[in-house]
T-cell receptor
Framework: DTAVSQTPKYLVTQMGNDKSIKCEQNLGHDTMYWYKQDSKKFLKIMFSYNNKELIINETVPNRFSPKSPDKAHLNLHINSLELGDSAVYFC??????????FGPGTRLTVL | SQKIEQNSEALNIQEGKTATLTCNYTNYSPAYLQWYRQDPGRGPVFLLLIRENEKEKRKERLKVTFDTTLKQSLFHITASQPADSATYLCALDNRNSGYSTLTFGKGTMLLVSP
């Protein structure tokens, strides 16, 4: 009965590879997000989707491409991974602008 | 430029005391402010939301105040317990992009000693 789930929890990969992180929410929320939390613990918004439509795209390299097949899912695909992409990526969801519910995070390590 | 500042990197207090965490902001006009708790290795967990027209909000041992003149929110945990040890994040509603998103502060780590 997990509210927001992400897979995988850990991802270790080489520079230059392409990888995906999946996110699913079973709360019936209409808005989903991707955040990046770097080593200094700053939590920064990357993307926001409302009803499957991209509404926020912060200054993120276009190697990052989110995809929302339906309201309950928001996946993140990253091409040509770089060392600086190493971080913890959190998916979150909310109903409108109310409280956000976060997933457990995916720790990405690029070697 | 916009800035959210949370007090000190870490706050150490003794069990039973009241912890007070500060969130100051500049160049924002948030319609609301939220507080989250984050434990190591986990995602943030929502605690409280306070709107710009509300001065104070309470939930069990938690109390949040919001002063839009001072551009400050205070987060209090009364009768603190070691289980309250965590990082606490404040987040502001940011409408610069035309849509509402949350911008998070860096967080304050709270350590409650028995």
């Amino acid at each position: 009965d997990t509210a927001v789930s992400q897979t995988p929890k850990y991802l270790v990969t080489q520079m230059g590879n392409d990888k995906s992180i999946k996110c699913e929410q079973n709360l019936g929320h209409d808005t989903m997000y991707w955040y990046k939390q770097d080593s200094k613990k700053f939590l920064k918004i990357m993307f926001s989707y409302n009803n499957k439509e991209l509404i926020i795209n912060e200054t993120v390299p276009n190697r990052f491409s989110p995809k929302s097949p339906d309201k309950a899912h928001l996946n993140l695909h990253i091409n040509s991974l770089e060392l600086g992409d190493s971080a913890v990526y959190f998916c979150a969801s909310s109903q409108g602008t109310r409280a956000q519910f976060f997933g457990p995070g995916t720790r990405l390590t690029v070697l | 430029s916009q800035k959210i500042e949370q007090n000190s990197e870490a706050l150490n207090i003794q069990e039973g005391k009241t912890a007070t965490l500060t969130c100051n902001y500049t160049n924002y006009s948030p319609a609301y402010l939220q507080w989250y708790r984050q434990d190591p290795g986990r995602g943030p967990v929502f605690l409280l939301l306070i709107r710009e027209n509300e001065k104070e909000k309470r939930k069990e041992r938690l109390k949040v105040t919001f002063d839009t003149t001072l551009k400050q929110s205070l987060f209090h945990i009364t009768a603190s317990q070691p289980a309250d040890s965590a990082t606490y994040l404040c987040a502001l509603d940011n409408r610069n992009s035309g849509y509402s998103t949350l911008t998070f502060g860096k967080g304050t780590m709270l350590l409650v000693s028995p």
